[in-house]
């Protein structure tokens, strides 16, 4: 399974960015899929997932009420719509397939990178004026 993001770039505090996840294969709709960031001198953290069905989803508590996580998977895609950007959102931002199998498929447990086995290059997000 490849994952390739886009939709990163520049943008002013307080705007928006919406960072799409597609996949190369038919199976995406097989796997919980993570957002993920790392911004400089900083530790990747887990930004939100969400589970194959769309039911459960969950949020780093300092993007809750901010991000909306969303997939279509007919389209083999996942989405992050990042409103209200602050400065401290700039990071290169991951998203990934959860390969192990937890909290019965659903996102109700911590987003943590090694329950993930297939990621992507990375999209650049810089929240600055």
């Known amino acids: 399974l490849q994952l390739v993001e886009s939709g990163g770039g520049l943008v002013q505090p307080g705007g928006s960015l919406r960072l799409s996840c597609a996949a190369s294969?038919?199976?995406?709709?097989?796997?919980?899929i993570g957002w993920f960031r790392q911004a400089p001198g900083k530790e990747r953290e887990g930004v939100s997932c969400?589970?194959?069905?769309?039911?459960?989803?969950d949020y780093l508590d300092s993007v809750k009420g901010r991000f909306i996580v969303s997939r279509d998977n007919a389209k083999k895609s996942v989405y992050l719509q990042m409103n209200s950007l602050k400065p401290e959102d700039t990071a290169v931002y991951y998203c990934?397939?959860?390969?192990?199998?937890?909290?019965?498929?659903?996102?109700?447990?911590?987003?943590?990178?090694?329950?993930?086995?297939?990621w992507g290059q990375g999209t650049q997000v810089t929240v600055s004026s």
């Open positions: 294969t038919l199976l995406m709709d097989n796997y919980v």
């Open positions: 990934a397939a959860r390969t192990r199998e937890a909290y019965g498929g659903s996102c109700n447990g911590p987003i943590d990178e090694i329950d993930y086995g297939y």
């Open positions: 969400i589970s194959r069905s769309s039911r459960s989803t």
